[in-house]
T-cell receptor
Framework: GESVGLHLPTLSVQEGDNSIINCAYS??????FIWYKQESGKGPQFIID?????DKRQGQRVTVLLNKTVKHLSLQIAATQPGDSAVYFC??????????FGKGTHLIIQP | GAGVSQTPSNKVTEKGKYVELRCDPI?????LYWYRQSLGQGPEFLIY????????DSGLPNDRFFAVRPEGSVSTLKIQRTERGDSAVYLC?????????????FGEGSRLTVL
């Protein structure tokens, strides 16, 4: 089975609200995690990454939290905008190279 | 170009035919990856090149699938005797180093439909 997955397939939030997308992983040996955003008809786009020696990392309007104890990863998006509507994937390293992706969460921004 | 380029963007073929999908990575990126994405799913790893050699091809589903990167830049994914189950978006990604040292840059994919 998959070692990376997401709790909710669809998340709907009001424009301007904060959103939190969750991800569980099962490979405790994974040491690198990335969040990707994929808009319809396009390839995944890097958002933010985090290494296992960190528990939090912030970018522009985005924050990734890593809880190694429960093998949980989350992506927080502040003040969501219509352009944030997309499918979000978490990914973890698959051994030395390459990434294993989860199934994705579809984020819908309501006006 | 500045990004990863994939051609064709769409390919419709008949069951049993041979298909080639091309990926032109970002200049200077030594690592190149092929992924397959089915509808509503995350990308699924197929093969990874470091330079000209396939460092990891464990994701190729069977021997109908083959990929090359003869000069360490452009890569071609080849699918023989296509089946309807091969229908998916085939994504190519490149990175300057290996995936676990930096982000992957993805192309927009080649959508393959096998009738």
């Amino acid at each position: 089975g998959e070692s990376v997955g997401l709790h909710l397939p669809t998340l709907s939030v009001q424009e301007g609200d904060n959103s939190i997308i969750n991800c569980a992983y099962s490979n405790s040996a994974s040491d690198y995690f990335i969040w990707y955003k994929q808009e319809s008809g396009k390839g995944p786009q890097f958002i933010i990454d985090i290494r296992s020696n960190m528990d939090k990392r912030q970018g522009q309007r985005v924050t990734v939290l890593l809880n190694k104890t429960v093998k949980h990863l989350s992506l927080q998006i502040a003040a969501t905008q219509p352009g944030d509507s997309a499918v979000y994937f978490c990914a973890e390293t698959r051994g030395a190279d390459g990434l294993t992706f989860g199934k994705g969460t579809h984020l819908i921004i309501q006006p | 170009g500045a990004g990863v380029s994939q051609t064709p963007s769409n390919k419709v073929t008949e069951k049993g035919k041979y298909v080639e999908l091309r990926c032109d990575p970002i200049s200077g990126h030594t690592a190149l990856y092929w992924y397959r994405q089915s509808l509503g799913q995350g990308p699924e790893f197929l093969i990874y090149f470091q330079g000209t050699g396939a460092a990891d091809d464990s994701g190729l589903p069977n021997d109908r699938f083959f990929a090359v990167r003869p000069e360490g830049s452009v890569s071609t994914l080849k699918i023989q005797r296509t089946e309807r189950g091969d229908s998916a978006v085939y994504l190519c990604a490149s990175s300057r180093l290996a995936a676990n040292t930096g982000e992957l840059f993805f192309g927009e994919g080649s959508r393959l439909t096998v009738l």
